[in-house]
Each structure stands twice: as C-alpha cells, then as structure tokens.
C-alpha cells in the first residue's frame, strides 16, 4: 500500500546517526519519518557505551552547538566524565564519558518521541523508490511505499552484516538484531560504490565474576565535567570508577597458539578493520614486542553487572576468549555473558558523495554514518546531523550547507572523506584538523551555533543561552583591558608571588593574562564589578586572551588560503579540456568532482603546478 501522508525527510535507521539526521530536519521544520527495525534500539550503543574521547568529544560538541542531541543524552546517562589531555593545550582536551546504555537510550527516545514533525515507524526498509536519476521514497519489507521528498540512509553494519565467532558466522546486523540483506542487494544494483569493512567488539563479563581490588580504579574528574554547553553535572546520574588491568605473556601465548582459529588470520574475514581500534589478535601480531597492553574494565550502566574489557576486542572462538579473559589479573574467574565477535559489513565509497553527503548517482539520496565507511557514534552522529539538515534544505529548496576545514571538526570529517575515500574505517582524531587551535571543543558553540540558528536547527532555549554567553565573554574581556594595575599598588603586591618578574611599569589585566604563570583566577578579582558566574565564559576568556597570538597567526594563514579554498569548480567540469594535465590528475579530478578549487588541491597527486592550470582554465572560461 502507499502510505498516506507524504513526507519531506525519510530517514532510514535509528543508530547515532540516523536520530541526528531525524532530529534536524523536524527542528527545521520538515516532515520527518525516522523508520527503523526496532523502536525499543533507538540510539543503541553496539559497543562501548562511552562517548566522546579525543578528536570525537569535538564532534560531539559542535552536533550540541548545532542543536543535536548526543551531548544532551550523555549528560543524562553518563555515569563517568573525564576531561583527557587536560594538562596539554586547549586544542587536544577532550571531554569522554562513560555512559549507562539503557540511560543513554532512554534519553534518545525521549528526545525522539517529544520532537514536533517526526514520526517514527517500526520495519525494515528493504527497496529505494527510484524514479529516473531520483530517489522518491522506500519499501518497507511488508510492501507499505513511503513517499518522501529525500531519503537518508543511516544502516551501520546492517548492510549485507555476518558476524564471525571463530570459524563460525552467520548474517547479522550486529548481536541480537538481523541484517538488512534485501536493502543490500537493492544498492548494489544501483551500482553505487560498494565496498567491504569490518569491526569487532570484546566478550561482555559479570563484575561478580572479577577481582576489581587488584586493578587500579580510575574514578571520574572533580568538578564533574558536562558534555552539552546547556549541560549541568547535577543531571548527571550517580557517578562510578573504570579500573584498568593488562594483558600479559601468558594472555599473548594463548591468542598466538590460536591465531589459526581466528577468522582474520585465517582468511575468512576479507573486509578491513579499524587500525586504530584494532581486536586484541591484531595488537599481538603488529605489536609483536609488547608484552602488555592495557585493558580498561569499563561499566555498562548503574542497574547491570556487565562490564565491557575495553581494549581486548576479537573474533576468536569462545573457548579462547575464555582461556584469555582468565588469563588477565583479576579476571581469572571471569564469566563471559556475551561472547566477542567481528562483523563484516558493505559501506559506500564516500567519494560517490557531495559535500552535503548526497550521492552523486541518486538524487535527493543522502547517505550518513557507518555506511560511508567510518566508525564511531560520534561520526556517524556528526554526519546524520549534515545529512539531514541537507535533506531538509533540499526540501525547502535552498542551498545546501557543509562547513569548511577551518570552521569544523565536521567540515574536516566531510571533507577528508569525499576528497580521499577511505579503505579502512575512518575515525576522528585532532591530528587531522590543520586548524586545531580554532576547533576546540570548547569554543564550538561559539563557531557554530549562529549558524545553526540560522538554518533553523537551534531552539530559543539553546539561542538565548548562546547570546548571554558571547555576551559576557565580550564584557569579561573588556573589564580586563579596562583594569590597569600600578608598580606599587596594593593590587601588585598581590600579584608579586605569582609573577616570575616584578611589575616595573603599568599593565593592562588582560596583558597580564598572557603571561605564562598567570591564570585567570589570579587576576579576574583584582577587577571593578562582578566576576562572571558560568565557568563557560571564564574558561573562554582564559584561552582567548591566553592564546591570542598563534590564534590570529592561524586565522591570517586560513584568510589568505580561504581566497583559493572557496573558488567553485563547475558541476561536470571536463578535465581532459583543461591544457597540460597529466592522465592520472585528469582521471582523478574526473573520478572524484571536487566541488572548489580547495578540494581538488587535497586530492592526493593533484599537484600545484595542476592547481595553476585549473585556475587558468577558469579564468579562460569567465
Ligand atoms: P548504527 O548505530 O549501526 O545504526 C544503524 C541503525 O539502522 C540501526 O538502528 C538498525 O536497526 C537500522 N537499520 C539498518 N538497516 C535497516 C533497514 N534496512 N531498515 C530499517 N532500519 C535499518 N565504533 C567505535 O568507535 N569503536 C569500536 O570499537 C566499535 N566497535 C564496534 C563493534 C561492533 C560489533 C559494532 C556493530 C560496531 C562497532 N562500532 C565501533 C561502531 C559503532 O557502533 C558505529 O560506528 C555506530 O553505531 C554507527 O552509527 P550508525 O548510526 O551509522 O549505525
């Protein structure tokens, strides 16, 4: 049957990124239907029930500054906060938290169920309605056509999954939840750039079952940190320690003894794993001189005895999963509840996309999360949020968005996936972002949500929240530079033990600021007025003053490259027309249609000398 109403935004999947994608094109005011397998697996965590860490806590906070709604539902079911790097530079702090999975749901659904405009509908998706070069809508696997302005496509490893256990496999979405084999077989014929990945997850144990006193207890940061800049640590539910134990000799001989048993090793599995979370057989084969790696005894919420072995994931039969498990301190009368295992899974060749994450094959189709061949909740988050927020510009037929390098951990994202692809699982990390000191976690409201206003995607809640905020950063500076310490003043006598050198002349506080030994805290009392109240706007003051230099320094560098970054290159530009590029740059450029002249100069082997005769080319053109 068809389905009566017509919607604007179809969104296929529930995961991370899918609730993202659902959630922003309803904000925008787009009839949306989020339809999934399984309502009761809205935001489901298939693994570690943690989020944000290095590189993804940026992502996770500009998805909050954009109105999203990770942050949100970590503060609510996070049940360990830490900010890591905290001693290094602002650029690499990152926020992680362990969360409580059934919490963490909870607060999805929620968020889900009381959003205005979305409706969400329980089946599998099994065929795209294609109608020429257009998507038009999806056949759910009882025959109900829904029609839909733009679809986006959220499966994770649902595409064509089987799960491997040893030499054991079957089909599988990931553990407890099917496939979706009939949607697999439907993309491949429409030749769209079909590859295959794989990921694995470590055997679930009882904490009963476990000796936590001898591993060292990793309790939580105090003063409790948040996720979402509308956070508070009193949402935060009760708080509770990670433990840390290692692998060792023994633990390494037993994965060795059966590396033949192990589907990687053996041939079986063909699809490429994450390199940077890689199963514990991996570690012990690339890593042949370490006798021990560490293994984080992670909780899987409040009300469970779960823990998750963070660091020992594998697909090694369960009868070696046990042997191993026993072999770690502490663990040696460890029972599995849930064995580990790897999944197989078709992802699509993210060059096969637009910038906005349309792909170039099918109109109006977006694709967003696992399925382009990264991993993590919070890229798969990052990226439904885009898709959506595309999907519904295209609805209300206005240009689409994609922030640049400069302005986002998303723009990054994006781009390093459509301009390079990827063969293995693309995850985040800061290393990746030339402009790091501008995109730090905590200045990502103030990069981003002005233009999630503007796109409609942020509430007046998060908006007047917003404003004071940039507001009183502003007046904060302000009384700094106003304030004017004297040599000899009761004011300097004060600040004489913390300063490495006398005052010998008159200094502004906000000069004072700069220096390497003074901290905010030491000086903002010494000002007229009131010291602000959010520790958002002091930790703010602190980096901009602190950091002012290497930051005008990198914003100079990208206002000079910004000029060639932005140059349009048109749509079905023919490369060969283009004098004195080499065939290899003429396929590449063609392959992969980079959208500016920025994006065809990160193409890997598109060279300068072929940048300059691209520009000349434009030029001949105007
Ligand atoms: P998912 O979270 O997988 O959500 C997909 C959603 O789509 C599900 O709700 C599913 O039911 C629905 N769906 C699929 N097909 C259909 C259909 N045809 N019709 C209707 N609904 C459909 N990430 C890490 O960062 N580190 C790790 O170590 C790690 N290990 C992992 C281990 C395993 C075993 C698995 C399965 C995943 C692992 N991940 C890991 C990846 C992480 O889970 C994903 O990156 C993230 O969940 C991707 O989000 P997503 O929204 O793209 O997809």
Do not use: W
């Given at each position: 049957m068809d389905y009566p109403t017509r919607f604007d935004v179809l969104v296929i999947g529930g995961g991370h990124a899918g609730t993202e994608a659902a959630l922003a094109a309803a904000r925008m005011g787009c009839q949306t239907l989020l339809l999934t397998h399984n309502i009761e697996t809205l935001g489901q965590m298939s693994c570690n029930p943690a989020i944000g860490g290095i590189g993804k806590s940026h992502l996770v906070r500009e998805v909050d500054a954009l109105g999203g709604a990770m942050a949100k539902a970590t503060d609510l079911g996070g049940i360990q906060f830490r900010v890591l790097n905290s001693r290094k530079g602002p650029a690499v702090r990152a926020t992680r938290a362990q969360a409580d999975r059934v919490l963490y749901k909870a607060a999805i659904r929620e968020l889900l169920e009381n959003q205005p405009?979305?409706?969400?509908?329980?089946?599998?998706?099994?065929?795209?309605?294609?109608?020429?070069?257009?998507?038009?809508?999806?056949?759910?696997?009882?025959?109900?056509?829904?029609?839909?302005?733009?679809?986006?496509?959220?499966?994770?490893?649902?595409?064509?999954?089987?799960?491997?256990?040893?030499?054991?496999?079957?089909?599988?979405?990931?553990?407890?939840?099917?496939?979706?084999?009939?949607?697999?077989?439907?993309?491949?014929?429409?030749?769209?750039?079909?590859?295959?990945?794989?990921?694995?997850?470590?055997?679930?144990?009882?904490?009963?079952?476990?000796?936590?006193?001898?591993?060292?207890?990793?309790?939580?940061?105090?003063?409790?940190?948040?996720?979402?800049?509308?956070?508070?640590?009193?949402?935060?539910?009760?708080?509770?320690?990670?433990?840390?134990?290692?692998t060792n000799d023994r633990t390494h001989e037993i994965i060795r003894n059966n590396l033949d048993r192990s589907p990687m090793y053996s041939g079986v599995i063909e699809g490429i794993g994450p390199r940077y979370c890689p199963s514990i057989e991996d570690k012990i084969h690339r890593f042949a001189d370490k006798n021990s790696h560490q293994v984080f005894v992670e909780p899987e919420g409040l009300n469970t005895h779960e823990i998750y072995p963070n660091g020992i994931s594998t697909s090694l039969p369960f009868d070696v999963q046990l042997e191993l498990v026993r072999s770690i301190k502490g663990m040696e009368k460890a029972h599995i509840t849930r064995p580990g295992y790897a999944i197989e899974y078709d992802y699509f060749n993210p060059q096969g996309l637009y910038p906005s994450l349309e792909t170039k094959v099918i109109n109006n189709l977006f694709f967003a999360g696992q399925i382009n061949g990264t991993t993590g909740y919070e890229e798969a988050a990052a990226q439904g949020l885009l898709a959506g927020t595309n999907a519904a510009l295209r609805c209300q037929e206005k240009d689409s968005w994609c922030p640049r390098r400069d302005e986002a951990y998303l723009g990054v994202l994006v781009d390093d996936l459509i301009t390079l692809g990827t063969s293995e699982p693309y995850r985040m990390f800061t290393s990746r972002a030339e402009y790091r000191l501008l995109l730090r976690e905590d200045n990502a409201d103030l990069r981003l949500t002005e233009k999630g206003r503007e796109l409609g995607l942020v509430d007046d809640e998060r908006w007047q929240h917003f404003c004071a905020k940039r507001e009183a950063i502003e007046l904060e500076k302000q009384r700094l530079k106003d304030t004017w310490i004297h040599p000899g003043t009761p004011a300097s006598e004060q600040l004489s033990a913390s300063l490495s050198q006398p005052l010998t002349r008159e200094a502004a506080l906000l000069d004072l600021l700069k220096r390497p030994e003074l901290d905010y805290d030491d000086l903002a009392s010494l000002a007229p007025g009131d010291l602000p109240e959010d520790q958002q706007v002091r930790e703010q003051v602190q980096i901009q003053v602190k950091y002012a230099g290497y930051i005008d320094r990198q914003a100079g560098e990208i206002e000079k490259l910004r000029k060639q970054e932005a140059v349009p290159l048109p749509e079905h530009l023919d490369y060969t027309k283009v004098d004195g590029l080499s065939n290899e740059i003429i396929n590449k450029l063609s392959h992969i249609q980079p959208t500016t002249l920025g994006q065809a100069r990160r193409i890997p082997g598109v060279t300068p000398a072929a940048i300059s005769m691209l520009m000349i080319h434009l030029k001949k053109r105007e």
């Open positions: 405009n979305l409706q969400i509908f329980q089946q599998a998706a099994d065929d795209l309605l294609v109608t020429g070069d257009e998507v038009t809508g999806v056949v759910t696997q009882s025959g109900i056509r829904f029609h839909a302005t733009s679809v986006v496509l959220t499966t994770g490893t649902f595409l064509g999954g089987q799960i491997h256990i040893g030499m054991q496999s079957y089909s599988g979405g990931r553990a407890g939840d099917p496939p979706a084999q009939s949607l697999a077989s439907r993309l491949r014929e429409l030749q769209l750039p079909v590859g295959r990945l794989k990921t694995g997850t470590p055997p679930r144990i009882d904490a009963r079952s476990i000796d936590l006193s001898v591993m060292e207890a990793q309790p939580g940061d105090t003063p409790l940190p948040v996720m979402s800049f509308l956070g508070r640590a009193e949402q935060h539910p009760e708080q509770v320690s990670c433990y840390i134990t290692y």
